[in-house]
């Protein structure tokens, strides 16, 4: 994918003055560290950057009734994703998980142990701090974050994250292949690039899909700036 | 946060060897301290560095490794290795891989990996299994002979004593006393070129009025028979036997190495096999040979408990075979008379390719020097009848197909069977041309050598670069696949007692020596044994060294395995047969046969590119 050298620098200097904007106004202490933080990484190679491969189990796709029961990471460093620092943890909600329990296989007795949500959120974004963040289909997972953020300290903030299904929607236009129903779901993106079958569904082993996803569309693009990921 | 999230991770580490060996606890350390990254085939190759080493677990995609010099090492997919022979070694990486399909490709780090070499014998072994195989892969051909103890080299003396051929008698004598030897090896140049011993000083100097100024030259045994370091002492043995010698010359590419005598033979202790054949050889009734051949199962179990090699055993089984028939026609004539002409007794298909094993049915002809009178046809019917007869009686039961010398159409005059072979070569219908595939195994068991070569050479004429026919060969030798696509099922089907198992010959042994048979024959190699053949192949330049020891190791560890088998079947009370049941292995073995098929595998895809191209 080729880009305007000049316009991508634009766009950096007007994402890099966001999100210090946004960190010198935030008044909880470890989203504006996270916020600063990515300010810094704006500078690195693509080759380079750190990222965070998450993915949210949610009991709908609503954020202002549905919760979020669970939440996976995986790091991703230069060309590997670090299974040492994979986390996964269960989230404790104030409803019951009804439904949803069939598609996750997580039961009410699992989330009595589970964090808090805010604590929850800390720990992900302390993991965060210094990546950017990648999902498949972000925009679902970053709203239910925001909103939680908006819940619990009343602000609003904007996440900025690196979408896998918007990247693979994008090339399938440019590259004019067709794309059948359910084509951008992560397994059928993952088939796109000969990536195994992983049978289990849960928070985790999305992200660790989510982020071998990334890493193959990464070498099928060789973006030139973290702003083409981001768009 | 608990082991399940990881689950599809541990599930396909745990399904390789050697993790599965580890401790769940291991396995689970082990698999956290993975790194996963992801090679597109647009990227060509997986960069490695010295400073970063680690173990490639490939999850997809395809990948190979090739040498400094480009060569192709290994080829690898899902479940397989890279990076551990520097791991292990220590040594620079010297091996480049390339990436032939996109891929993901798990990595342990260094320390996570010598962690569990320490931790976890079987983990380490299977590692340093792997890194040997790859460094005989990488230029060996010497590390052959594992079992020393029956080999001559383990006995022959080595530097042995040579003179010069412009030397006279004299000089060679005075070395013998000085050496303490019995015979002394005659050079020109390095090459060796004669032989002389004690009895010729005798016979042919003392005897004959000549004096120690007589020329070397003049009086030695020309061009002597001689062996190699890796003939077993008692292939050595029959062939001071049958030739009536007691030197033999130990030589390498025509240069003498060492030098093993009679006397050596005998101080080395008398192995079950020969003494059994010196046994066959005194017997004057064919019962007795009948009860000589109840031995024989257990012969083999003693081999294949002895660890000896699977191409040795049948060495070894087929020469008991070869000293019945042997002795069957000596019985036979002196039963019936002299022959009224020169014949050959011709084995063929496993006694021809000398890799018999339990429970082998016959497959014989005769060949005779010319058109035989009715007198002389009925001589040999009655010959054939004999040696079939008793053949059968101990135990090589009649040939189910009838291609035995007792069926007068298997036993014709040297032109009949050259008619025969050419209207099999240039005329060939693919169904033809696959019953008549064993007859292109033929030996002589008996009979006058330049008799049979009259046979052999003419249809190594006929089939030397002929396209046509190597083409429908190879067709044949691609109607049976090996079982690769069984290993998925061996996994299912592991406590299925109905599960009838891999058919090691069928699958196996028989379409290596299907490949095998196809080079020989478009190359005009004389020799019949395939591991013989494909070593001949090698030393032409018909196949490349690193795919012929593959085939070679492939070869070995199938018939090592179907010996194996039916070495157990036999202690078991079972009826031997070719059949693995998925059970009996370990997975370690699965995994080394799924490697062993794999390079039948590709051999196959060799002989079709190479010989069926055009068709």
Redo the contacts between chains.
């Keep these: 994918m080729s880009s305007v050298p000049g316009l991508t620098a634009l766009a950096r200097w007007r994402l890099s003055r966001r999100l210090n904007h946004e960190a010198e106004h935030c008044a909880v202490p470890w989203l504006a560290a996270y916020l600063a933080s990515l300010a810094d990484l704006l500078s690195l190679p693509v080759s380079q950057m750190p990222l965070l491969a998450f993915d949210l189990e949610m009991t709908g796709l609503e954020p202002s009734v549905d919760e979020i029961l669970s939440i996976?990471a995986v790091p991703i460093d230069g060309?590997?994703?670090?299974?040492?620092g994979?986390?996964?943890?269960l989230v404790a909600g104030d409803t019951g998980v009804g439904q949803s329990a069939c598609i996750h296989g997580i039961v009410d007795q699992d989330l009595q142990q589970g964090t808090k949500l805010e604590r929850a959120l800390v720990e992900l974004f302390a993991r965060a701090k210094g990546r950017w963040l990648v999902a498949h289909h972000a925009p679902l997972d970053i709203s239910f974050l925001t909103h939680a953020i908006e819940h619990l300290y009343g602000i609003n903030v904007s996440l900025p994250a690196i979408d896998t299904m918007a990247l693979e929607h994008r090339r399938l236009q440019m590259t004019q292949q067709p794309w059948v129903e359910g084509g951008l779901r992560l397994a059928a993106c993952r088939q796109r690039?000969?990536?195994?079958l992983?049978?289990?569904h849960?928070?985790?082993?999305d992200a660790?899909g989510c982020?071998?996803l990334l890493?193959?569309q990464k070498?099928?693009m060789q973006p030139a700036s973290v702003i083409e990921l981001l768009q | 946060m608990d082991s399940s999230e990881l689950q599809p991770i541990f599930d396909f580490v745990n399904g390789l060897v050697p993790f599965n060996q580890l401790q769940p606890e291991s396995l689970e350390w082990a698999a956290r301290q993975l790194e996963i990254a992801y090679f597109p085939a647009a990227s060509h190759i997986v960069p490695l560095s010295d400073d970063d080493r680690r173990l490639y677990i490939v999850r997809s995609g395809a990948f190979e490794v090739r040498d400094k010099e480009g060569e192709l090492v290994d080829r690898l997919g899902e479940g397989d290795y890279f990076g551990y022979p520097s791991l292990l070694s220590g040594d620079e990486i010297s091996n480049s891989v390339k990436v032939l399909e996109d891929g993901l490709v798990y990595q342990l780090p260094e320390e996570c990996f010598s962690e569990l070499c320490s931790a976890n014998r079987e983990f380490s072994r299977f590692f340093n299994r792997a890194y040997a195989r790859r460094m005989r892969h990488e230029g060996r051909f010497k590390a052959r002979s594992m079992l020393t103890t029956s080999r001559l080299s383990s006995l022959m003396s080595s530097d042995p004593i040579t003179i010069d051929i412009d030397q006279l008698v004299g000089e060679a004598a005075r070395l013998m006393s000085q050496h303490r030897v019995s015979s002394v090896l005659v050079q020109e140049g390095e090459q060796l070129v004669g032989i002389l011993t004690d009895r010729d000083l005798r016979s042919r100097v003392l005897a004959e009025d000549k004096g120690p100024f007589t020329r070397i030259a003049d009086v030695m045994t020309t061009a002597p028979l001689t062996v190699e370091p890796e003939t077993l002492v008692f292939e050595a043995t029959v062939l001071m036997g049958e030739h009536n010698v007691h030197h033999l010359p130990v030589t390498r590419n025509g240069k003498p190495v060492g030098m093993v005598t009679s006397t050596d033979i005998l101080r080395s202790q008398s192995s079950q096999p020969l003494l059994m054949m010196g046994e066959i050889d005194r017997q004057t009734h064919i019962e007795g040979l009948v009860n000589l051949s109840k031995r024989i199962p257990m012969l083999l179990q003693n081999l294949i408990s002895a660890d000896a090699r699977a191409e040795e055993i049948g060495r070894i089984l087929t020469s008991v075979t070869d000293a019945l028939t042997r002795r069957l026609i000596e019985l036979a004539q002196s039963q019936l008379g002299e022959a009224p002409m020169d014949f050959c007794w011709l084995a063929f298909g496993s006694q021809g390719r000398q890799d018999q094993v339990a429970c082998s049915d016959q497959d014989n002809g005769m060949l005779l020097a010319r058109e035989p009178d009715s007198q002389e046809a009925e001589y040999f019917s009655q010959l054939a009848k004999i040696v079939c007869d008793g053949l059968d009686a101990c135990g090589y039961i009649y040939c189910p197909g009838d291609i035995m010398a007792m069926n007068p159409k298997w036993r014709m005059s040297l032109k009949e069977w050259q008619q025969r072979f050419s209207s099999w070569v240039n005329s060939p219908e693919p169904k033809a041309l696959m019953h008549a595939s064993i007859f292109f195994d033929m030996r002589a068991i008996y009979g006058p050598e330049r008799l049979f070569d009259g046979l052999q050479l003419s249809v190594l004429e006929l089939t030397r670069d002929n396209d046509i026919f190597l083409a429908l060969l190879t067709g044949n030798a691609m109607n049976s696949r090996p079982p690769l696509g069984f290993f998925r099922q061996f996994v299912l089907e592991r406590d299925g007692s109905e599960v009838k198992g891999i058919d090691l010959k069928h699958k196996g042994s028989a379409i290596i020596n299907d490949i095998a048979r196809v080079y020989a024959l478009s190359a005009g190699v004389r020799e019949i044994n395939t591991p013989k053949r494909i070593r001949q192949l090698v030393d032409l330049g018909v196949i490349n060294r690193k795919d012929a020891l593959n085939l070679a190791d492939a070869q070995e560890f199938i018939a090592h395995m179907r010996l194996a088998n039916q070495g157990r079947q036999f202690e078991e009370g079972q009826k031997p047969d070719n059949y693995l049941k998925p059970g009996a292995v370990s997975s370690l073995v699965r995994h080394q046969l799924k490697e062993a098929f794999k390079v039948v595998d590709d051999a196959q895809s060799g002989i079709r590119l190479r010989f069926m191209r055009a068709y």
């Design positions: 996976g060309p590997r994703l670090t299974l040492t994979a986390w996964h943890s690039y000969g990536l195994p992983y049978p289990a849960n928070a985790l082993m660790i982020g071998e890493l193959a070498s099928a």
